[in-house]
């Protein structure tokens, strides 16, 4: 198991959204990740106003819920869980509007730190 935690996730997530809205201008959805493993918990993100919160249980309606392990949320934020091969092996349930979760999908990837590609 790596040593980050969701919360750690969550805040260098929100960071770089602060740092960087453009991804997200003009996107207003909520999501619940219901998370089982030793963080476990149902987890509210929410976009609105050009940056994302974040807390600890639901006190919204959800557009959109993930429910996966503590270990595959990290993966799935840092890109190194792969949404379509984890949905297929039951790591990853959906429920709520499939269109979110695509957009989650995108919004994710345009956060993730990885290596310029040559050429760009």
């Known amino acids: 198991m790596m040593n980050v935690s969701v919360a750690d996730t969550l805040i260098e997530l929100a960071q770089k ?8 201008r003009n996107f207003s959805a909520v999501y ?14 929410k976009f609105a106003n050009d940056e994302a919160t ?19 949320f990290i993966k799935l934020v840092r890109g190194t869980l792969n949404p ?12 709520g509007d499939m ?3 695509l957009k989650l999908q995108t919004l994710l990837y345009a956060y993730q730190s990885r290596p ?5």
């Open 54 to 72: 974040y807390r600890l249980g639901a006190t919204e309606q959800a557009g959109c819920t993930l429910e996966l392990s503590d270990e595959n």
């Open 32 to 45: 619940h990740f219901v998370l089982a493993g030793k963080e476990g918990g149902t987890y509210e993100i």
């Open 99 to 101: 269109g979110l979760s």
């Open 84 to 95: 379509a091969a984890a949905l297929v092996t039951g790591k990853l349930k959906i429920k």
């Open 116 to 120: 310029e590609k040559a050429g760009n």
């Open 17 to 24: 959204i602060k740092t960087n809205p453009k991804p997200i």
